[in-house]
């Protein structure tokens, strides 16, 4: 089973042939949503909106653990999240679509963890946060279906709501971030933790604060999030044909070395 996670702007795929709604609650708590069960591409997948149908739920206060336990759950293995991101370097202009390879985590206070510390003790490898088997499918979709994307990009994930400030910009630009997000993070590491394979592709929805002269707007992201959605959902069709059916990757196995 595939589950796409979709962010601002991206609360439904084209395409997508929805059987059942299901509202379901995990031992961490409730998910932003339901999850819209469907066929895809002759395949079986399920979608969860990250910030809820009514985007409701700001991206600090995201239960991420209760929306990758109950895709778990329900039998997904592999995930692919779309989120809205902030350009940061050359060539990141609104409507670049990334595929993702590393992350730069600036969140603070939010749940982090499956592995509180009560039972067991608890270390995922975590060198590269996205999976490379899905990352390969994704890639190769584009190619595929001839829709332009970048085949790697690093995105720093900031705690916000509120955007950066110029200077935190110029600072991520020479740590080395490509794209400034709010989610990734911990969606990646616990969908590790949980051994399921994660794939990130980040829409650049604007660009970032201070690359412009323009004052960053909520509107913009949603709208170019929404102009995207075609190619977005093209992109995620290939992707879900060209997965291959078993998984040959670490990902699953994760806990095996991760256990003191
Ligand atoms: N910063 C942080 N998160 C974002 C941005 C941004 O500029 N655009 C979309 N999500």
Redesign the pocket.
């Given at each position: 089973m595939i589950g796409i996670i979709g962010?601002?702007g991206l609360y439904e795929i084209e395409g997508v042939v929805v059987t059942e709604k299901k509202k379901i609650s995990t031992p961490f708590g409730v998910p932003s949503d339901s999850y819209i069960v469907g066929k895809f591409a002759g395949r079986n997948i399920i979608f969860l909106a990250r910030h809820g149908l009514k985007h409701a739920i700001p991206?600090h206060k995201i239960n991420y653990r209760a929306n990758l336990w109950g895709l778990k759950q329900l039998g997904v293995r592999r995930v692919i999240s779309v989120?809205?991101?902030?350009?940061i370097s050359p060539g990141m202009r609104p409507g670049t679509i990334v595929v993702l390879d590393q992350i730069i985590d600036l969140t603070a206070g939010r749940d982090s963890t499956y592995y509180e510390g009560d039972e067991e003790v608890i270390h995922v490898d975590f060198t590269g946060p996205y999976c490379p088997e899905l990352r390969k499918s994704v890639i190769a979709a584009g190619k595929k279906s001839d829709i332009k994307l970048l085949k790697k990009g690093t995105y720093i994930c900031?705690n916000?709501p509120r955007?950066?400030t110029k200077a935190e910009i110029r600072f991520f630009s020479g740590i080395g971030a490509d794209?400034?997000?709010?989610?990734a993070m911990p969606e990646a590491s616990l969908a590790r933790e949980a051994e399921m394979c994660y794939a990130g592709i980040a829409v650049?929805?604007?660009?970032?604060?201070g690359m412009t002269r323009k004052r960053?707007t909520a509107r913009e992201?949603v709208e170019v999030m929404h102009k995207t959605g075609k190619r977005i959902s093209a992109l995620l069709k290939e992707t879900i044909n060209l997965i291959p059916s078993g998984r040959r990757c670490a990902c699953r196995e994760t806990l095996r070395e991760a256990k003191i």
């Open positions: 962010g601002s991206p989120g809205a991101a902030g350009g900031t916000g955007l950066e794209v400034v997000g709010m989610t650049v929805t604007n660009y970032a604060a960053l992201v």
